[in-house]
């Protein structure tokens, strides 16, 4: 999909640094959700924001992780402190406003910690 | 919350033959049912929806039934090609989640 960027494409990080994800959404999409998916299972929903606004972060754990969607600017998924356990595929999904929920996604950033 | 179930978690049919992907949903809010197509290396291509309103819709050679009384929808796939041969999720969202809940995907091969 053509809409949905995410960069960088593949990110290495030594255990104990910081990994910055970025998403830009479909032009005018105002609702996007971070997903995680662990080698050969599903992907697991981390946190759904809108413009400045966390709206569920259920999904993410409690500590390390932290999300934005700012009003200018793509989405950031920031992880604090990585460790290996954090390797795995980040997906970032938008979906226009209103009821439809139709959800399209990017290319995903591969994160692998040494 | 919501939890989805997906099966069979791996699928092998003759090209040409027919796929049928089934999926359970938990919360009777849902009301949105999406698949979506992943080949490696890639991110979730959307192929087919469908809402709680209607039973079945089609797209050429793909269809996804829904049973909302039995809380079930499947994915079938008629005439089916290599290129078919990906991974495929199933989806629910709706009620209090506007985010959607995974199966935990089927790997389907379309033998030549």
């Known amino acids: 999909n053509a809409g949905v960027m995410q960069n960088p494409r593949h990110l290495v990080r030594r255990r104990g640094q910081e990994a910055r994800l970025r998403c830009s959404p479909v032009k005018g999409h105002s609702h996007v959700y971070w997903y995680r998916q662990l080698p050969e299972e599903g992907l697991k929903f981390m946190v759904y924001?809108?413009?400045?606004?966390?709206?569920?972060e259920s999904g993410m754990p409690k500590e390390r992780f932290s999300a934005e969607f700012p009003k200018e600017g793509p989405s950031i998924l920031r992880i604090q402190q990585v460790v290996r356990g954090d390797s795995a595929a980040y997906f970032c999904?938008?979906?226009?406003?209103?009821?439809?929920?139709?959800?399209?996604f990017g290319q995903g950033t591969r994160l692998t910690v040494v | 919350g919501e939890n989805v179930e997906q099966h069979p978690s791996t699928l092998s049919v003759q090209e040409g033959d027919s796929a049928v992907i089934k999926c359970t949903y938990s919360?009777?809010?849902?009301?949105?049912f999406p698949w979506y197509k992943q080949e490696l290396g890639k991110g979730p291509q959307l192929i087919i929806d469908?809402?709680?309103?209607?039973g079945e819709k089609k797209d050429q050679r793909i269809a996804v039934t829904l049973n909302k009384t039995a809380k079930h929808f499947s994915l079938h796939i008629t005439e089916t090609q290599p290129e078919d041969s990906a991974v495929y999720f199933c989806a629910a969202s709706g009620g209090s989640a506007r985010q959607l809940t995974f199966g935990s995907g089927t790997q389907l091969t379309v033998l030549p």
């Open positions: 919360d009777s809010a849902s009301n949105y």
């Open positions: 999904a938008s979906s226009p406003e209103g009821g439809d929920t139709e959800a399209f």
């Open positions: 469908i809402r709680s309103n209607v």
């Open positions: 924001l809108q413009k400045e606004n966390i709206i569920d």
